[in-house]
């Protein structure tokens, strides 16, 4: 890994004293073969075992910082006492508003080792939609970062601002520094250690696309748990650099109605906690590098020269990797932690031709991330490509540390308690249900969509699929995405896998629109790929007619798309999901 790091010296407060001891304080009550299980201490163990290999590096920016892991874990514990000094009790939410930087990933820390529980808000929300949830989730302290305050304007919530420096007189440092003044020097032994498991560790929002964000909130003990999951799973070691980078900037898209992500993103440590790979890097003994922008160029330059191992993100976030002027095959192998989205055969290939080896997995905000893994077989291997990625595009079966996932029937009326499987012959479509280590423990102040969310013992996630013979299951759709044409259901998801993978397709995305004779039929929403942009120019329609035949080669006639929309761009959220909901109302106008 090439980075020059000596140039940079932290503060003064980030050292810690001599003969540091990492030892937490002791407790008593609990039975001597028990510890209440908590992420935090993640970071202590990383700074006893490898004090001083580079934790967490933040190159890409003005002002540069590199932090070893005993020099990281002392400024957590400075966050830690100066939330306490600034008066964050036990269960208080404190609520982060920054992009991938180190003061998100001190957060998961520093935060918990207090007591308090993270509330991580999404950069891309509004001013109207941040202040209801600093409202709703009663939080008492706001950390933000100097970019993002535009959106707390007017508001009384106490923050402290963070330039992003790592320097003195950051007002984010002063703050660090007092929390270390504060402490008197009596370290890590002068915290009082959460003894209830169960406890609360991040109030996570949902995005609300129908109505008010719901919050998630999850415990120490689920996320230590996924974390873990995710180290296993990932197979991440104290050799492998985790990438994380995000968009700080919002554009105007054509087909939205307001501002919204232009260039994709990758999974940022806002949305669910990351999925718990803050806190599953370190477990592992890791080294993060956070890049605050996209920059695919710049992405390939660490890809190339900063051993990066691993990352996370959703299809539409591939695309624009293996599509980069810079693209090239790689010297050693990366994961690709693939969510949000099943991969084409097309970018598969493409992936794998520049060493990158997608890792498919499936998961939700209440699920803290993922909880399915599409485990490869060994007979794969002597499929062709695309044999083998529709099978690689199913969601699996259940990940290490959570309980098994069913594909289970509706229930028969609202006070339904029964849970009954689906039978597992790949075609009968019923709901997601899971239960266990890997499960939000409630929506917050909201009992009543507790209840149902947590019907018959189990959460049921909204999300149709199907369970295989092999025991795999297969997402065919959102409940609100399944198009209804002449009384058969269509999966939106199962078209676009064959839309995609006509050569000439990029991105497609398909939703329902009315249609007199059979109710709704498929549209579908496409971007060309950039060698056939030219080709097709002034001949959209031409083109539709071509991408329609192509479809019924391989589709059933209901499944068809009845009208094909090529556009430049594709509406997304702030993690590099399609906006059908933007794609719906367009349909809806036409």
């Known amino acids: 890994m090439v980075f020059i790091i000596n140039a940079f ?3 003064r407060e980030s050292i810690p004293p001599p003969n540091v001891s990492y030892q937490q304080k002791q407790t008593s009550g609990l039975p001597t073969h028990l510890h209440p299980l908590n992420p935090f201490p993640f970071i202590l163990r990383a700074a006893t075992v490898y004090p001083d290999k580079l934790a967490l590096a933040h190159p890409d920016v003005e002002y540069p910082t590199f932090f070893t892991y005993r020099i990281w874990a002392q400024r957590i514990q400075n966050l830690a006492y100066a939330l ?11 609520a982060v508003l920054a992009p991938n930087s180190p003061m998100i990933a001190d957060a998961h820390y520093g935060i918990l080792a207090a007591r308090a529980i993270i509330t991580p808000i999404n950069t891309r929300l509004t ?60 370290g890590w032994a002068g915290l009082d250690v959460e003894l209830d498991e169960g406890a609360g560790a991040v109030l996570c929002y949902t995005s609300g696309t129908t109505g008010r964000p719901k919050g998630v909130l999850t415990t120490l003990r689920g996320s230590y748990l996924a974390a873990i999951a995710n180290v296993v799973e990932g197979q991440i070691s104290k050799d492998s650099t985790y990438l994380w980078w995000a968009s700080s900037l919002a554009y105007p898209h054509p087909l939205s109605e307001g501002n919204v992500l232009l260039n994709n993103r990758i999974l940022p440590m806002f949305h669910a906690a990351g ?16 890049m605050r922008t996209v920059d695919y160029s710049q992405i390939w330059k660490h890809f190339l ?7 996370c993100g959703a299809p539409t ?48 905000t209440y699920t803290y991330g993922p909880f399915t893994r599409c485990y490869d077989q060994p007979s794969w291997a002597l499929l062709s490509l695309e044999e083998r990625a529709k099978l690689m595009a199913r969601q699996g079966q259940s990940f290490a540390t959570a309980q098994e996932v069913r594909v289970v029937y509706p229930p028969k009326s609202e006070d339904d308690q029964e849970v009954v499987d689906v039978p597992k012959d790949g075609k009968t479509v019923g709901e997601v249900a899971t239960r266990g280590n890997i499960v939000m423990k409630e929506y917050f102040r909201d009992p009543e969509a507790t209840r149902k969310a947590f019907r018959g013992g189990y ?11 092999d025991g795999v299951i297969a997402i065919m759709d959102r409940s609100k995405d399944i198009i209804i044409s002449g009384g058969e259901n269509a999966s939106s998801l199962a078209i676009e896998q064959e839309l995609a993978s006509h050569p000439h397709v990029l991105e497609v995305s398909v939703v329902a629109r009315s249609h007199v004779k059979w109710g709704e039929r498929p549209m579908a929403f496409v971007t060309l790929r950039q060698e056939h942009v030219s080709a097709w120019k002034g001949k959209h329609n031409v083109f539709g007619d071509e991408l329609k035949r192509y479809a019924r080669t391989r589709l059933p006639g209901f499944a068809c798309p009845e009208w094909v929309e090529v556009v430049e761009e594709l509406p997304k959220t702030s993690t590099g999901k399609i906006l059908k909901t933007n794609l719906r109302t367009i349909a809806a106008k036409l």
């Open 84 to 94: 306490i000094e600034a008066g964050i009790q036990p269960g208080d939410r404190v």
């Open 317 to 364: 976030v591939q695309i624009g990797i293996v599509n980069n002027p810079a693209a090239r095959p790689l010297p050693r192998s990366i994961s690709a932690i693939i969510a949000g989205a099943a991969p084409t055969a097309h970018l598969i290939g493409e992936l794998e031709k520049k060493g990158i080896q997608p890792v498919h997995v499936y998961g939700l």
């Open 305 to 311: 020269n900063s051993g990066v191992t691993h990352y």
């Open 275 to 290: 999925w718990t790979f803050p806190w599953a890097n370190v477990f592992a003994f890791a080294t993060q590098i956070t």
């Open 459 to 469: 959460f049921h996630s909204g999300d149709l699929a199907v369970m295989h013979p």
């Open 127 to 186: 001013p109207p939609e941040v202040a209801y949830i600093l409202e709703h989730s009663g939080s008492k302290l706001l950390l933000i970062d100097r970019g993002l305050m535009q959106l707390v304007q007017g508001l009384k919530i106490p923050f402290i601002v963070n330039n992003d420096t790592g320097r003195i007189g950051d007002p984010y440092e002063d703050f660090l520094s007092a929390g270390r003044r504060f402490s008197a020097e009596k």
């Open 9 to 11: 010296q932290p503060t």
